[in-house]
């Protein structure tokens, strides 16, 4: 195994990271976002109040994209081990 196949398998993890974690962070975001939107226009400037509905948010989208992100980590575990004769 030479050092650019350690490199390529690192930035491949990292992808599959980031593509992983996006649906649930994007939905925390979004929410967050229209959450202060709403409390700046109602001058309520409680922290509580965005806290559940940023909670239960990103909870169904963890939901909704659970297969999703099982088959994209599965199929990422699989490469992964089926190329380790390749790269030894």
Known sequence: MD???AVDIGREALLIATLVAAPVLL???A???I???IQALTQIQE???AFVP???AMALA???AMPWILSRLVDYADGLITNIPNTL
Do not use: R, S
């Open 35 to 37: 959450i202060g939107l």
């Open 47 to 49: 922290q509580t109040v």
């Open 31 to 33: 929410v967050g976002l």
């Open 3 to 5: 050092p650019q196949d």
């Open 62 to 64: 963890l939901a909704f």
């Open 54 to 56: 940023k909670l239960v």
């Open 27 to 29: 939905t925390g975001m």
